[in-house]
């Protein structure tokens, strides 16, 4: 079974231009996870849906970020305009959300390096 | 709120000698799962072991086991047989169930692991 893919795996780009960074979960899974990771601040959840709809988007840092998960099968998180701040590893996670832990297990894809000059 | 905490920022161990790795959490919740995260150099996050608070024997995967200590909030990672590929930052994370709340993984600021030949 292919895991989580995420693209690009590396992006650089200029101060105020727009990034979306892509996310394709496993096949049958529910649950979506956008992560952050920095040196500063470590892991940090941005954003999460299930069944499609945004549950949890307390980390989304400001109206600059926007992600959107329009079928089961596809996400993305946007950046506009983009800041040298913004510069980090964005993880794409997934899980089949149940009361079970063998199976509500988060899988996580090979992230995005993301570069703001 | 949920904290994670990994009082050793670096660990070094002999090839084939055993090492622990510490996590404390902090939750008012009694239900509640916790994982160990593997990050290699490729920056892949590879789940290493998880465990359900509920349950109170220790989670074991091969060559990887923990200690879990519910009443403490101490969930460490024991590493037997250390092989060169164990090298690696490793995280200790904490959620919640589904239907519990928020089930985004709050990590600890990871401890890096050095295996040496």
């Known amino acids: 079974d292919a895991g989580v893919i995420q693209s690009p795996r590396h992006e650089v780009t200029e101060m105020g231009q727009e990034v979306t960074l892509r996310c394709k979960p496993i096949?049958?899974?529910?649950?979506l996870f956008w992560y952050r990771q920095t040196m500063m601040r470590g892991l940090e959840l941005l954003i999460y849906?299930?069944?499609?709809?945004?549950?949890?988007d307390s980390g989304m840092p400001e109206d600059r970020f926007s992600a959107k998960m329009p079928n089961a099968s596809f996400s993305t998180l946007k950046i506009q305009p983009s800041e040298p701040r913004d510069s980090a590893v964005y993880f794409c996670?997934?899980?089949?959300?149940?009361?079970?832990?063998?199976?509500?297990?988060?899988?996580f894809g090979p992230g995005t390096r993301l570069t703001v000059l | 709120a949920q904290t994670v905490t990994q009082s050793q920022p670096e660990m070094s161990v002999q090839e084939a000698e055993t090492v622990t790795l510490s996590c404390t959490y902090d939750?008012?919740?009694?239900?509640?799962?916790l994982f160990w995260y593997k990050q290699p150099p490729s920056r892949q996050m590879i789940l290493v072991i998880r465990?359900?608070?509920?349950?109170?024997q220790n989670a074991t995967e091969n060559r990887f086991s923990v200690n879990f200590q519910k009443a403490a909030k101490s969930f460490s990672l024991k590493i037997s047989d250390s092989q060169l590929g164990d090298a690696a930052m490793y995280f200790c994370?904490?959620?919640?169930?589904?239907?519990?709340?928020?089930?985004?993984?709050?990590f600890g600021k990871g401890t890096k692991l050095t295996v040496n030949p």
């Open positions: 996670a997934s899980s089949f959300a149940s009361r079970r832990a063998s199976t509500d297990t988060q899988y």
């Open positions: 465990q359900e608070a509920y349950k109170q």
């Open positions: 994370a904490y959620r919640l169930p589904h239907g519990g709340g928020s089930e985004k993984l709050v």
């Open positions: 939750t008012s919740e009694s239900d509640y799962y």
């Open positions: 096949s049958g899974h529910n649950s």
């Open positions: 849906f299930n069944n499609n709809v945004p549950i949890d």
